[in-house]
């Protein structure tokens, strides 16, 4: 079993809200994990290291005359967060390690490096820390030809071909059903902790069939409240079955007749499934952390 002398190099994934954590002995084995950190909207610039030293310190040791390597993907590379990573441009591959970003770090202990993140010139856009977990998907499958969608705040729908992320497509859906659901005149509507299947498909159909009327049907789950005594669990589900619906209306061209693998959080994996199917189609489903500790990996051992 690996013990704390055996730390060789540490990984992390930064994202938004959360942070994860792995040390790792040479050969890529876990040796400690931490699971729960703060995510970039919580610091500031200068708090990264500080912070980020907290967490680790107890895997280093007190002197040394090596630098212990840290591998970082995500927002720790926003222009808010503990520096700004260039964007490599698609078409590319998910992971360049030639192209990571050198943080110059008080603590000289720690080397640290953020991975970049990739953006799009025509039709705008861009990801930081989906190309990570893309690339642990490749690591394993090199001759995968189709689509990878990264259901979340962002939902990403990328076009992966020869190894290189092609295109890709950002729908707001994630953020979108938060702040319906925390702020808007919905929120009294949907509070609970369950969606009901039936009532999701419904709703999924509806706005898939005709997602112009995307506004008018989330109004009416304001109107079904007011006037039908209807669980809130079935409006939650109508909000959510709408804008899925809406989002796979206008990712079509991504996932019409392609194969399409599934990274992201298991509830939300398990929606998008259910209506993926719904239309006829098949997915396969990866486990985000293992993914992206393998992208992470594929950065590190490339390098």
């Not at 909207?41 to 212990?68: D, H, Q, R, V």
């Not at 059903?177 to 419904?202: A, G």
């Not at 209506?275 to 189609?281: H, I």
């Not at 997915?283 to 950065?299: C, H």
């Amino acid at each position: 079993m690996s013990k704390l002398k055996d730390i060789s190099w540490i990984a992390a994934d930064w994202g938004t809200s959360n942070l994860r954590v792995w040390a790792l002995d040479q050969n890529g084995n876990i040796v400690k994990t931490i699971n729960q950190g703060k995510g970039m909207s919580a610091l500031l610039p200068n708090e990264f290291e500080p912070y980020f030293m907290g967490l680790i310190e107890k895997w280093l040791p007190e002197k040394t005359e090596m630098e212990c390597p840290v591998v970082i993907c995500g927002m720790a590379g926003a222009k808010t967060g503990w520096k700004e990573a260039s964007y490599m441009e698609a078409p590319c591959s998910p992971i360049n390690p030639d192209k990571t970003t050198l943080v110059q770090t008080m603590d000289q202990r720690i080397s640290v490096r953020i991975l970049p993140g990739i953006m799009q010139a025509s039709p705008s856009d861009v990801m930081r820390g989906e190309e990570t977990q893309i690339a642990g998907y490749l690591s394993k499958k090199p001759n995968f030809d189709g689509v990878i969608c990264l259901p979340g705040t962002h939902t990403k729908w990328v076009h992966i071909s020869a190894g290189e992320i092609i295109s890709f497509r950002t729908f707001m859906t994630g953020e979108i059903f938060q702040l319906l659901s925390e702020y808007s005149i919905l929120k009294n509507s949907v509070k609970s902790d369950k969606i009901d299947t039936d009532s999701f498909l419904q709703a999924f159909e509806d706005t898939y069939s005709n997602p112009a009327l995307l506004s008018s049907k989330l109004f009416g789950i304001r109107a079904t409240d007011l006037l039908e005594n209807i669980p809130t669990k079935l409006l939650k589900a109508k909000l959510s079955g709408y804008l899925i619906g809406s989002e796979l209306a206008g990712s079509k061209s991504y996932w019409l007749g392609r194969d399409i693998v599934m990274i992201g959080n298991d509830n939300l994996c398990d929606l998008y499934e259910k209506a993926l199917k719904k239309l006829g189609l098949n997915i396969s489903l990866e486990n985000t952390q293992d993914i992206t500790l393998n992208g992470l990996k594929q950065a590190y051992f490339n390098r």
